[in-house]
């Protein structure tokens, strides 16, 4: 099923498609942070016109039905605070989920909020009934997002940077849509 990626909603989150107007908050809240981009497979964006680049990118994938790309818009003062999404691999032949967030909003419960509600996009209106995910080993903390959200750790796995020059031992993790499946 084609679909624009929409706006969604939490309690406390908006969840919107970025664009290029987005740079200078999404530069100066995380982009930008070598702590935020620590375990990311994206490398940290050392001038403002990387982050533009990528903004760029997202805004021409806005109709692509294998990319999903939100940021996170608080709503109590509408500050971006992260970013993330559901990206169709086909290798593994199902969407996975990513995300990061400001270093200032670490556990709080953003990540978790925003991960729940796009698991309900990828199951509901795309009818995933499975998608995966991983996580630096060094970076357990994204993996007790995954399972309070529903993932479960299935095998040790590895990933690069997409610069190549890091490199991650990793945990996999899947999930598995029980209603859809318990319908089945």
């Known amino acids: ?12 989150i908006i969840l919107r498609p970025l664009s290029v107007a987005d740079a200078d908050q999404v530069y100066r809240n995380w ?6 981009a620590r375990y990311m497979s994206w490398t940290v964006h050392s001038d403002i016109q990387i982050t533009k680049d990528w903004l760029l990118d997202a805004e021409n994938h806005i109709d692509d039905e294998n990319n999903y790309d ?14 993330g999404g559901i990206y169709y691999k086909e290798e593994k032949g199902m ?3 990513g995300y990061n967030l400001m270093k200032s909003c670490w556990r709080q419960g953003y990540t978790s909020e925003a991960a729940a509600r796009i698991l309900s996009f990828a199951t509901q209106e795309l009818q995933q009934n499975k998608l995966y995910s991983f996580h630096a080993k060094d970076n357990p903390n994204s993996g007790k997002v ?3 959200v529903g993932f479960y750790y299935v095998s040790d796995t590895e990933y690069d940077s997409m610069d190549g020059t890091k ?12 209603d859809k499946v318990n319908s089945l």
């Open 1 to 12: 099923m084609i679909m624009r990626t929409p706006i969604l909603e939490t309690q406390r």
């Open 146 to 148: 995954m399972e309070k």
């Open 167 to 178: 490199h991650f031992e990793a945990r996999e993790y899947l999930y598995v849509n029980d």
């Open 70 to 83: 939100w940021g996170f818009e608080r709503k109590s003062d509408h500050v971006l605070i992260g970013s």
């Open 95 to 97: 969407f996975t989920l």
């Open 31 to 36: 982009a930008s942070d070598p702590e935020v």
